[in-house]
């Protein structure tokens, strides 16, 4: 230090002094206070991590696709990678903290990607936004880790009020999930999902009913498949039913309620019958059927299982088997043809008839053989003559011949006679084989040789008998001429006969005169003319008075 | 021979005027009576504020990474990018050039930075002598690359300004992109509290 630089240098002011430097670690401190809060947050909301399969990853993106539920983020896909063995894709998904409670088994997830069905088309907002995965929870509480995505958005998602129901059917038809199920017309449900039952025997079809409608289903309710087009023709023309065009294409199932039956509101789950259009939904029921075998001697081209079984016109049951037989003594093929009959549909009549069913039964067949003794037979009968199709009559048949009926065989067996048309035909054929007897070769031989003859004949009519018939034709046509020539105008005896007539009108004009004068002067007869001229001389003689 | 600093001479200089004033004990930090600038040897503190402020950046650094600094939403498709993903779909996508850039201004440089401020302070608290004036050449280096570690917070900002079309397309700043901007403040802040004359310091013979 040199003191002598300290007398030029300046004295430096005093002031009160700064804060002090250890705020500065303040800094620091808030910094890591935003950190951990961040880290903290994001740990907090992390949520549990899922895996669920999928068969492709179309429109998934590991890091960016979300998992949405009622279209809220609940997470996204972190990871997708193949399956060890290569069948499908594993989507990791990382979902937050408060969707921690869709990692229960009963969650269902699926892709949603804009999808252009028979039913419209949905996830359009997806096509620019790319796919995410929807969510839907279920009921069940068993905490899962693994979930197998659906193919398919499910139809009914949970929470929806209504109702599901499950129909039976044999059938499927063309049904599909998301299938439209009407009532009066409206859409008021879908089909949610079908399986065939454990036994392979029957389809059970689940559809759901949205609130309030399915208050509409009850008990009695009868569902009918409204699927594609249901053209009828029939005595009162030609009808085309359908649902909605929408069912035509992707079909549907109707429902109704008879309204002499309604009844109390079916309770979730209730099942019903699916029938196949509505006509059979809403017939009565049919009751028990009864088997009765058919025995044909004729061939039956144009009978098939299905075919109605019709007693005097009215709708009584319908084929259901066909076999053929051989009759060893006969040596013939009948056929037999199995029925089923259903006494219910007889109606209101059934009262005054013994009872089918139970006890009665014995009286029931007596009752059947009195009627086969009366006429009873079954007839194989075309139904529509176009196509050829038969059907099966019950009817009574006039002058029947006697057959035994055998009231102790199972199944009963009924009597048979060919029908009225069989009969036509067959008169028919022994028409046409008696003209094919004919000897239509030989009455040809002869007529060939008549005309032969014929032909002989005229060729000598032709020769001398016409040269003499053509010389007579020519003298009578001269004779004609002459005649003609004799009559004509200036022909001298035309002449004469003028001149003759005129001397004829002159006598009758002094004829005339004559006979005025006497009439006038009859005495000039007796005494001439007084100083009149005389008459004259040419007149005849007029008789005296 | 090393010629003799301002403190053997017993003097003080102002920063501001240039003021050369009497040095005595306890004048550090008083105002120079001509301008009024506080009147100081080195910067006080420093070491302490300087490591304060680059432990901060280091902290704010971290989110700044893991948030996403940029929302887009183009067509309804929504996404976050932070920094390393955003790297990572323009390298992914052929655009090689500018994932390099976006990388070393948003990665590189900080990294270096932090590096280089903790490798400044530590040798200059240890007094070290060893290359002092590529020391120097360092920290001037850092000061002008602190000017353009805002480079990502311009180019959001930049974006949010430009792509705004509701429904269309809208880019939105995200959280990261604040932590970002205020770790660059503070690694800059970090770097104007170290007083390079330190890297000298150690030169006491």
């Not at chain 1, 947050?41 to 949405?68: C, D, M, Y």
């Not at chain 1, 053929?324 to 199995?338: C, E, K, M, Q």
């Amino acid at each position: 230090m040199n003191p002598q630089h300290s007398e030029d240098a300046a004295e430096p002011l005093i002031t009160s002094p700064r804060w002090p430097a250890a705020l500065v670690w303040l800094v620091p401190l808030l910094a890591a206070l935003l950190g951990a809060s961040i880290l903290l947050q994001s740990w907090l909301s992390t949520g549990p991590e899922i895996s669920i399969e999928f068969r492709t990853a179309n429109g998934l993106e590991a890091g960016k696709t979300p998992v949405k539920y009622k279209d809220v983020t609940v997470g996204t896909v972190s990871d997708i990678s193949l399956s060890e063995d290569g069948s499908h894709v594993i989507a990791r998904v990382a979902l937050i903290k408060n969707a921690a409670s869709l990692a229960f088994d009963g969650t269902r997830f699926w892709v949603v990607r804009p999808r252009v069905g028979a039913n419209g088309v949905s996830g359009i907002d997806t096509l620019l936004s790319g796919a995410y995965i929807g969510v839907d929870k279920g009921i069940a509480t068993k905490p899962a880790r693994h979930f197998i995505g659906l193919e398919q958005p499910p139809v009914v998602l949970g929470g929806m009020p209504g109702k599901s129901f499950v129909l039976h059917t044999d059938d499927l038809g063309s049904l599909d999930i998301g299938s439209p199920v009407y009532y009066r017309r409206i859409a008021v449900g879908r089909v949610a999902a079908y399986h065939l039952a454990p036994d392979g025997k029957d389809v059970r079809v689940q559809i759901f009913i949205d609130a309030p409608y399915d208050r509409s289903v009850s008990r009695n309710t009868r569902f009918w498949n409204a699927s594609g087009l249901d053209v009828s023709v029939n005595a009162d023309g030609f009808k085309l039913k359908t649902q909605s065009l929408s069912t035509i294409v992707a079909g549907g199932v109707a429902f109704a309620t008879p309204d002499y039956a309604p009844g109390e509101a079916a309770a979730e789950n209730a099942e019903f019958e699916l029938s196949r259009d509505q006509e059979s939904a809403m017939a009565a029921p049919d009751g028990p059927a009864h088997f009765i075998q058919l025995r044909f001697t004729q061939a039956l081209r144009g009978l098939s299982i299905g075919a109605p079984v019709k007693f005097l016109g009215m709708d009584l049951g319908r084929v259901v088997s066909m076999d053929l037989d051989y009759d060893t003594s006969r040596r013939r093929f009948p056929t037999i043809v199995g029925i089923l009959v259903y006494p219910q549909r007889l109606g209101q009549v059934r009262k005054k008839l013994p009872d089918f069913e139970g006890q009665a039964q014995q009286q029931a067949v007596a009752f059947l053989r009195s009627m086969v003794a009366q006429g009873l037979r079954a007839q194989a009968r075309s139904g529509n003559l176009l196509t050829g199709q038969l059907y099966i009559s019950l009817e009574f048949v006039a002058n029947a011949a006697p057959v035994s009926f055998d009231a102790d065989a199972r199944p009963l067996v009924l009597p048979t006679v060919e029908s009225s048309l069989d009969s036509l035909q067959d008169q028919l054929a022994s028409v046409v084989s008696k003209l094919d007897r004919l000897p239509i070769e030989s009455i040809g031989h002869h007529l060939d040789s008549t005309l032969l003859n014929l032909d002989q004949t005229l060729v000598q009519f032709n020769g001398p008998l016409l040269g003499e018939t053509t010389r007579t034709l020519q003298q009578a046509q001269r004779t004609l001429s002459s005649a003609q020539a004799m009559f004509s105008e200036d022909a001298p005896m035309q002449q004469e006969i003028g001149q003759t007539l005129q001397d004829a009108q002159r006598s009758f004009r002094s004829l005339r005169a004559l006979s005025e004068l006497l009439s006038r002067q009859p005495e000039s007869l007796l005494r001439g003319l007084p100083a009149a001229p005389p008459a004259s001389p040419h007149a005849p003689e007029a008789p005296t008075p | 021979m090393r010629p003799p600093r301002a403190a053997e001479l017993g003097l003080i200089a102002c920063h501001c005027c240039d003021l050369v004033c009497e040095y005595h004990p306890g004048c550090e930090g008083r105002p120079c009576p001509r301008c009024g600038s506080r009147l100081q040897r080195r910067r006080p503190d420093a070491q302490a504020r300087a490591w304060a402020l680059l432990i901060a950046g280091v902290l704010l650094y971290i989110p700044a990474n893991l948030l996403p600094i940029v929302s887009s939403s183009l067509l309804g498709k929504d996404d976050n990018s932070t920094i390393l993903s955003s790297i990572l779909d323009f390298w992914n996508g052929g655009s090689w050039g500018i994932a390099l850039l976006v990388f070393g201004a948003s990665v590189v440089v900080p990294c270096v930075k932090f590096l280089a401020l903790a490798f400044l302070l530590l040798s200059s608290r240890r007094g070290s002598t060893w290359a002092g004036v590529q020391r120097t050449h360092l920290y001037r280096l850092l000061e002008l690359f602190g000017y353009w570690s805002m480079l990502d917070v311009m180019v959001v900002a930049m974006l949010a300004a430009a792509v705004n079309f509701p429904a269309l397309g809208e880019i939105e700043p995200a959280p990261g992109v604040l932590f970002f901007g205020a770790m660059v403040i503070v690694t800059m802040l970090s770097t104007m509290s170290f007083d390079p004359r330190s890297i000298w310091d150690g030169d006491q013979t």
